[in-house]
């Protein structure tokens, strides 16, 4: 089932173009990294998605309703926690989930549906604290709460662990991979291991444009297809060492030592994204060197993202 349509949005803030066109389509169950440096577009999409902004042109469709159109019953669908979530400090845990709960609607049982949201992210301690003297992260924590109120279909996820220690990260990391169990999530992130580590699906932005939109795995598995490899090659150094030189693709040769007695392993990386094993092979045949393994190299989704927005800016479309 399809929950959100993003049809050609655009934004303008005056002269400034902050989205250019952008379209994509989430299906149901799908936990969606959208991704960007700075200024590309993120915070600018989700705040059309929400409707807490009007886009210039184009449509944003939650649920089969256009959110400029329809923003009640679209909204109804939706749960939100901004980059820097708003509170009444003087409110207390439980009271604050009252009374967003009185917002989205949730009547029958709200007492039992704010003891299970406490329970899920880790509040249900909590719920008689006054929220000023909550901790960063456990505000943040408050915030996904809010968010799960009512269990929207679609929940929305703005820099969700920014400003958090390590430990803190993973518990949120966790909340997001139980959201998608129940939910389709967008999270939007800066961060990119954050979006590797939660995340089935890329949606990459540049300057408001989408550049790249798809699974995780593909796009980091179409970067890594042979270009890279990592080699255990029998002989010397003495030996190796040159004719790994002469071979023109090669561009980047890293030594990672010996991992058994008469062999060496290198990480060998190609020069313009070609596939390097067949000369490698071919060259370490002629010398009548033993290639003893060879494995693709993992690439980063860091990796993957500077190729995309740095490296090979034409490469601009889908993946």
């Known amino acids: ?31 969606v990294g959208l991704l960007g440096l700075n200024g590309a577009g993120k915070s600018t999409t989700m705040n059309i998605l929400t409707g807490c902004i009007s886009a210039t042109g184009g449509n944003a469709i939650i649920g089969g309703y256009d959110i400029a159109k329809n923003p009640r019953q679209a909204k109804a669908l939706i749960g939100y926690l901004p980059e820097q979530p708003a509170f009444y400090p003087e409110m207390k845990v439980r009271e604050h989930l009252d009374f967003i ?63 958090l220690d390590p430990s803190q990260i993973i518990e949120i990391r966790q909340l997001i991979k139980d959201a998608g169990r129940r939910s389709t999530v967008i999270v939007s992130s800066h961060i990119l291991t954050e ?24 796009m980091i598995g179409r ?26 693709q090669i561009g980047r040769v890293d030594v990672l ?7 060496w392993d290198y990480v060998l990386e190609s020069t313009s994204g070609e596939d390097i094993r067949v000369p490698v092979f071919r060259a370490l045949a002629a010398a009548s060197l033993p290639l003893l393994s060879m494995q693709g190299s993992d690439v980063s989704l860091e990796e993957a993202f500077l190729s995309l927005e740095v490296d090979n800016p034409q490469k601009e479309g889908t993946l």
């Open 101 to 163: 709960c009185g917002l989205k609607g949730v009547g029958d049982n709200r007492a039992r549906h704010i003891g299970e949201l406490c329970e899920m992210v880790g509040l249900s301690g909590m719920q008689g604290r006054m929220i000023r003297n909550l901790s960063k992260g456990y505000r943040q924590r408050l915030g996904f709460a809010q968010a799960l109120v009512g269990h929207p279909k679609v929940i929305i996820l703005d820099e969700p662990t920014v400003g």
């Open 1 to 31: 089932m399809t929950l959100i349509v993003a049809k050609e949005l655009t934004k303008q803030y005056g002269d400034k173009l902050a989205l250019d066109h952008a379209s994509f389509v989430i299906e149901e169950g799908q936990v």
């Open 223 to 248: 970067l890594a297809w042979g270009n890279r490899v990592r080699v255990r090659i029998q002989g010397s150094m003495e030996e190796i060492a040159p004719i790994l030189g002469r071979i023109s």
């Open 195 to 218: 979006i590797q580590a939660v995340c089935n699906r890329i949606i990459m932005l540049k300057k408001g444009r989408v550049i790249a939109d798809c699974p995780m795995e593909e």
């Open 257 to 263: 030592g010996q991992q058994e007695p008469g062999a």
